[in-house]
């Protein structure tokens, strides 16, 4: 289950950075990175919590 959600993860971090790679501006870029970083914490946090 965890490597599951940890592939899904990755293919929606690259999915928002290449749409916002791809002739966007560097308000869309700010917001993409924003977003890959959230998710990414978001992972993290449950990872922790449910080592407890």
Do not use: P, W
């Amino acid at each position: 289950m965890a490597d599951s959600l940890d592939m899904l993860a990755d293919v929606l971090a690259y999915s928002v950075s290449l749409y916002a790679v791809v002739g966007r501006g560097l308000a869309e870029k700010e917001k993409a990175a924003l977003l890959n970083g959230s998710l990414q914490l978001l992972l993290g946090v449950s990872a922790f919590l449910q080592t407890k």
